[in-house]
T-cell receptor, first 113, second 109 residues
Framework: DAGITQSPRHKVTETGTPVTLRCHQTENHRYMYWYRQDPGHGLRLIHYSYGVKDTDKGEVSDGYSVSRSKTEDFLLTLESATSSQTSVYFC????????????FGPGTRLTVL | GQNIDQPTEMTATEGAIVQINCTYQTSGFNGLFWYQQHAGEAPTFLSYNVLDGLEEKGRFSSFLSRSKGYSYLLLKELQMKDSASYLCAVRDNDYKLSFGAGTTVTVRA
């Protein structure tokens, strides 16, 4: 299994509070991703990174920001959490080579009350 | 944009075969992936197709037709542990992976 961890694994917070989720990898892969998963929508890309300090938006980036200051860590921040951001968040990594799979972390279940 | 369609649910009997179809219309194509996801767990990689044809891996096979924007995942000799969601995903030309909503397969005894 790819070495990917996410923290925290579960979090309950209140509307309007800031929240930061962390993804940590030990594979030295260049590409890292944040997805959210909601019933009926599948996995949707929030932001991704193609190197240290290099990030770009995905299809559902509003209300989220990311940072990557070193290869192994990719942080997702909700500046002011809303109830619509209640979801399961998955981090994924890939080498980016042809045929290389995307490997997912265990997920973070976030509830915004 | 990306449009990836797959059926919502399928039910089959233990020992049978099930075929999960996936159609896609995407702005770029650099491979199609299938993932398995058990309830409450992370998706796990099953298969990858980038050229037309059939790829076989044990009880699982995946087929791709790029001209038709079509793929299927074939699960043979179904076991109870195969009850899960199966996700079709397309990689574009910019190292992004887009997913369909997933197909929940229920295997009955």
């Amino acid at each position: 299994d790819a070495g990917i961890t996410q923290s925290p694994r579960h979090k309950v917070t209140e509307t309007g509070t800031p929240v930061t989720l962390r993804c940590h990898q030990t594979e030295n892969h260049r590409y890292m991703y944040w997805y959210r998963q909601d019933p009926g929508h599948g996995l949707r890309l929030i932001h991704y990174s193609y190197g240290v300090k290099d990030t770009d938006k995905g299809e559902v980036s509003d209300g989220y920001s990311v940072s990557r200051s070193k290869t192994e860590d990719f942080l997702l921040t909700l500046e002011s959490a809303t109830s619509s951001q209640t979801s399961v968040y998955f981090c994924a990594i890939t080498e980016g080579l042809a045929g290389a799979g995307w490997y997912f972390g265990p997920g973070t279940r976030l509830t915004v009350l | 944009g990306q449009n990836i369609d797959q059926p919502t649910e399928m039910t089959a009997t233990e020992g049978a075969i099930v075929q999960i179809n996936c159609t896609y219309q995407t702005s770029g194509f650099n491979g199609l992936f299938w993932y398995q996801q058990h309830a409450g767990e992370a998706p796990t990689f099953l298969s990858y197709n980038v050229l037309d044809g059939l790829e076989e891996k044990g009880r699982f096979s995946s087929f791709l037709s790029r001209s038709k924007g079509y793929s299927y995942l074939l699960l043979k000799e179904l076991q109870m542990k195969d009850s899960a969601s199966y996700l079709c995903a397309v990689r574009d030309n910019d190292y992004k992976l887009s997913f369909g909503a997933g197909t929940t397969v229920t295997v009955r005894a």
